[in-house]
Structure formats: structure tokens, C-alpha cells
């Protein structure tokens, strides 16, 4: 077929897209609770499975990939066993594992998830979120300059998440790098170097990280709010476009050519683990497409919310986005 979504899908085989930024490892213990501990009012887990996936800036190429392009990692990890177990994952995803560099002064990040019957019961975190050294930052920024003379990539993501891997001088030299190569850039910020982002051509908050990046109270409800901030955003950031996830609100979207607010689907959510790292992978792809901005929005809010609907960290069915696009008629 020749619809809109079947370009898109079409199109994304084999496009390579450089993402840069904090990977982690998802590590889950799967089990029951049967009873509460004698020892303190708290659940006992009977573990019956363990599992490990790749999260963060890994997660996002994870949806890159089940979409059909070619990701390629850049990060930052510990030389530890953690490490090891992260690139076991890469190779087992069928994904490049040229960018991942290891110091031994660093500790790789792991987010254990403890879940029964479907539910968190608690998360454990194992992480270092000191900025890299000067050193660290020379080897990062070199890796991605070696990848973008021979893979040229037709998009690079900033996939920030506060770990240290993007400091607001290896931010400031990959998008110098990446704008040399003409090369689009989509960013998913957090709170820490939230307005380092100066230039990009797509720039990805939640509401969350758009209060507390311009310590402004917005309201998701309010789009008067929500405008009046991206507004001040774009003026601080110069940036080419800014798309806001506002949750159950939708998507707000700004770019040259004016506003528009992309209604939430209506979804059975389960779970909202790694839904952000969907929409920037989606979107990502759809500008290095070319897309008119309220497509970006529309199709990366689509495939957000359907991610919502299963239990842990999963990409996107492509599938299932081609069925949904249809259904509600996207693209067109």
C-alpha cells in the first residue's frame, strides 16, 4: 500500500540515527507476594524470573530499531559488570555497540524493577550522575565525530536523563558538530542543562521538565499557559520547534508556521516506563522525514500512548502503529 504511514515506515528502513546520551540497564525481578514481612510492614517477594533490557538513551534505540532504521549509540558507561551485561543486550538486540565507551572511573547505570501480578512494588537504583571529566568529554565528543563522518547519519538525538554523559560543553560541541554536518537534531532535555539546548530543531519536554527547566507554573489544561511558556522557551533556546507532552492532555506542538494541541488517544494505560523515549525515537525519524510538525506530533503521541499499554520498558510495534495510523486516519 501507499499510505501515509506505509511511507513512513518505509522511509525509516535503514535511515541511521545517531543517539547520544545516558544508557542504562533495565533489570526486572518478576514474582508474587504472598504475605507481608514479620520484620517491617512491607511486601516479601517470592521471585520467580529475572530479566534484563536495555533503557534510556539504549531504549530509544530499541524503538529505532523495531521501526527498521539503524541506530547507533554514543554513551559513556562503567567498566564493571553491569557494563557487560549492557552490551550482551546490544548484541542480543542486534544493535551497534561501536559507541559505548568505558571508563573505569564511572559506574553503569541500573534501574532493578521489583514487579508482582503486574504492579511496581519498588524500583532500585545504582547510578553515578557526576558530569564526565574533561577527558571523558574529548573521548565522547570524538566517537560521535568519527560516526558522523562514516555512517552519516540523517538525525541526531539528545537523550538526556541527568546520569552526567551530556555536560552543558559536550551538549554545546554536538550540536555545533551535528548543525557542521547538516545534520537535524532532537532533544529530549531534562532539568540540569535544560536550557544548554540552543539551536536545535526539535525540542521535546514534558510538562514536568517544562515547569521545572523555566521554574514556571504550567498547567496541562490551561494552553494559554502552556503557549506563553514555549514561547519564553524558544526565545531563551532559539530553537526550531518545541513539542510538549502534556499526558492525558495530548501534545502541544510550536513551530515557524504556527500551534497546534494533538488530543491524547484514549488507552488502557498500564504502564508509562519508556513512553518519552518512544515519542523522541518516532519523532526523530519523522523529522529527518521531513514531516510537517503536527504529523511529528501526531504520529509520536500515537505511538506514545500505545507503548502505555504494556507492562515494562517495550518499543513500539511497528505493526501496531501502522494499524492505529490507519484507523485514525494520521497522516493525511
Not at 286 to 305: D, I, P, T, Y
Amino acid at each position: 500500500m501507499n499510505t501515509p504511514i506505509d511511507i513512513f515506515l518505509e522511509r525509516a528502513k535503514e535511515t541511521v540515527v545517531l543517539v547520544v546520551g545516558d544508557v542504562m540497564l533495565d533489570a526486572y525481578l518478576w514474582g508474587r507476594v504472598d504475605r507481608i514481612s514479620p520484620e517491617a510492614p512491607v511486601p516479601v517477594v517470592h521471585v520467580t524470573d529475572r530479566s534484563a533490557r536495555l533503557g534510556g538513551a539504549a531504549n530509544v534505540a530499541l524503538n529505532l530499531r523495531a521501526l527498521g532504521a539503524i541506530p547507533v549509540v554514543v554513551s559513556t558507561i562503567g567498566n564493571d559488570t553491569a557494563a557487560g551485561t549492557l552490551a550482551q543486550c546490544f548484541l542480543d538486540s542486534a544493535l551497534d555497540s561501536v559507541g559505548l565507551i568505558r571508563s573505569k572511573d564511572r559506574t553503569t547505570t541500573v534501574k532493578t524493577r521489583v514487579i508482582s501480578d503486574n504492579q511496581h512494588v519498588v524500583r532500585v537504583d545504582e547510578e553515578m550522575t557526576e558530569d564526565l571529566s574533561t577527558e571523558e568529554e574529548d573521548a565522547l565528543i570524538e566517537r560521535v565525530k568519527e560516526i558522523i563522518a562514516h555512517r552519516a547519519p540523517a538525525v541526531m538525538v539528545l537523550e538526556d536523563y541527568n546520569k552526567g554523559v551530556l555536560t552543558a560543553r559536550t551538549i554545546a560541541m554536538l550540536i555545533a558538530t551535528a548543525q557542521n554536518a547538516g545534520i537535524p537534531i532532537a532533544v529530549d532535555p531534562k532539568k540540569k542543562n535544560f536550557l544548554a539546548y540552543k539551536g536545535v530543531d526539535l525540542f521535546k519536554p514534558n510538562l514536568k521538565e517544562l515547569r521545572e527547566g523555566l521554574k514556571v507554573d504550567v498547567q496541562a489544561g490551561d494552553i494559554g499557559s502552556v503557549r506563553s511558556a514555549v514561547g519564553r522557551l524558544e526565545k531563551e533556546l532559539g530553537n526550531r520547534a518545541t513539542m510538549v507532552t502534556l499526558s492525558e492532555h495530548g501534545v502541544y506542538v510550536h513551530d515557524p508556521t504556527g500551534d497546534h494541541l494533538i488530543p491524547a488517544h484514549v488507552r488502557k494505560v498500564v504502564d508509562v516506563s519508556g513512553a518519552g523515549d518512544t515519542v523522541i525515537a518516532v519523532a526523530a525519524l519523522a523529522v529527518a522525514q521531513g514531516l510537517r510538525m503536527e504529523q511529528v506530533a501526531a504520529l509520536a503521541n500515537l505511538a506514545g500512548g500505545l507503548v502505555c499499554e504494556d507492562v515494562g520498558v517495550v518499543p513500539i510495534s511497528p505493526e501496531r502503529l501502522r494499524s492505529e495510523a490507519l484507523r485514525s486516519n494520521l497522516l493525511q
